[in-house]
């Protein structure tokens, strides 16, 4: 089959694992990881890909993403079948089942949580992110207070600084998804060395690209993946299926 594949860059060495050992022709399309601070506004950023893909007849376009605090929601199908996980965010995809993830977050409440593409590909996209948003840091997650003052003055980047960084009070621990791919010991150590400067515990889960491979490979099957039939949209439900059509 040709397929097309949209996905967050948090996937990249995974994509590209399982692309490699795939018998499909996968065309993709890694999307920066800044894009999910927008939130619901990631909305049009997809829809434009999803459309300039529907014109060059794949058999399916798959789309690496989850709900993403409803980001996904009202994306809509072309000509072409949209597939996507069933998933509130990466981190279900990556530990490939959105049952296990939550069974680990109930016992596990306060946890951040990192990857390899966590690790290797958080750095600010001031393209793709409003000027100044509401509800996300302008300039990424891991800005540095002396970035902030640079770019805003003293007392605004103070200011800024403390409102964007006053999450990680809430956390107690950082878990590490180790997924098997080659850069995993050196992102690592960086999610452990992170850690201990926020004076986090630090724990390791092995993740897993069932989600990613199956997406890619297939089978669709309705309990892990939505199958969008052409002309439908994305719509967010309130149970544990997560998406369904529209």
Not at 46 to 56: F, G, K, S
Not at 146 to 152: G, H, N, Q, V
Not at 171 to 177: A, E, M, N, R, V
């Given at each position: ?15 590209e694992?399982?692309?490699a050992?795939?018998a ?5 399309e ?6 999910h601070?927008?939130g619901?506004?990631?909305r049009?950023h ?11 007849g794949?058999?399916?376009?798959l789309l ?7 980001g996904?929601?009202?994306?809509a199908a ?39 593409g966590?690790v290797?590909?958080q ?13 996300s ?8 207070l ?7 003055g003293?007392?605004?980047g103070?200011?800024?600084?403390e409102?964007f960084?006053s999450?990680?009070?809430r ?7 180790s ?10 150590a960086?999610?452990?060395?992170e ?6 515990a ?5 993740g897993?690209?069932?989600?990613l491979d ?5 089978p669709?099957n ?14 967010a439900?309130l ?8």
């Open positions: 089959m040709q397929l097309k594949l949209i996905h967050c860059q948090v996937f990249t060495r995974e994509v694992q399982v692309i050992q795939s499909h022709a996968v065309d993709c890694s999307i920066p990881m800044g894009l601070s927008l619901v506004d990631m049009p997809l829809q434009a890909r999803i459309d300039a893909a529907d014109a060059q794949y058999h399916a376009i690496g993403y989850a709900l993403c605090g409803r996904a929601e009202g994306l072309g000509r072409t079948q949209l597939v996507l996980p069933r998933a509130h965010d990466c981190i279900g995809v990556l530990m490939g089942s959105r049952h296990r993830y939550a069974h680990y977050f109930q016992n596990h409440p306060g946890v951040y949580y990192r990857s390899p966590w290797e590909f750095t600010p996209d001031l393209k793709l992110q409003p000027a100044f948003p509401a509800q840091n302008p300039m990424g997650e891991q800005t540095t002396e970035e902030f003052i640079a770019k805003y003293d007392d605004n103070h200011f800024l600084f409102q960084s999450f990680r009070r956390y107690s621990g950082l878990t590490y998804i997924s098997g791919i080659a850069s995993d010991q050196a992102c690592r960086q999610a452990r060395n850690a201990a400067r926020q004076g986090w630090f724990d390791e889960v092995a897993s690209l069932t989600l199956r997406l890619v490979n297939g669709w309705a309990d892990d993946f939505l199958v969008l039939p052409p002309g439908a949209r994305i719509r439900t149970d544990e299926d997560i998406v369904d059509a529209l």
